[in-house]
């Protein structure tokens, strides 16, 4: 079983940053997981923002977010991180971690992910 705690969501102004943490309890290391972080707004679909592979590092970025997000993750400390600077309105939603037990995935496909945390609200306004 593997247990994701999504924390490091907020208020934030427009231009502003935040950092997200995922922290992953697993029975195996964390770098036999693909990690991927998602977010969802009011009526509309889950969508795939950044996601690392377990196995080489290899990430994705969704298009609107290149430049302004990035997606490390520290296996010795079993957490994922997502730092989003420059925020917009439209970044608002929740925000989800998630983990697919194929390693070498990179894609933010929500199907292809089999493990979600609950769940962290970030909201950009002024």
């Known amino acids: 079983q593997v247990q994701l705690v999504e924390s490091g969501g907020g208020l934030v102004q427009p231009g502003g940053s935040l950092r997200l943490s995922c922290t992953v309890s697993a029975a195996f290391t964390m770098d036999y997981y693909a990690i991927g972080w998602f977010r969802q707004a009011p009526g509309k679909d889950r969508e795939g923002v950044s996601c690392?592979?377990?196995?080489?590092?290899?990430?994705y970025y969704e298009e609107s977010v290149k430049g302004r997000f990035s997606i490390s993750r520290d296996n010795a400390k079993n957490t994922v991180y997502l730092e989003m600077n420059s925020l917009k309105p439209e970044d608002t939603a929740v925000y989800y971690c998630?983990?697919?037990?194929?390693?070498?995935?990179?894609?933010?496909?929500?199907?292809?992910?089999?493990?979600w945390g609950q769940g962290t609200q970030v909201t950009v306004s002024s």
């Open positions: 690392i592979s377990g196995s080489s590092g290899r990430t």
């Open positions: 998630a983990a697919d037990g194929y390693a070498g995935n990179y894609r933010c496909r929500p199907y292809e992910y089999d493990y």
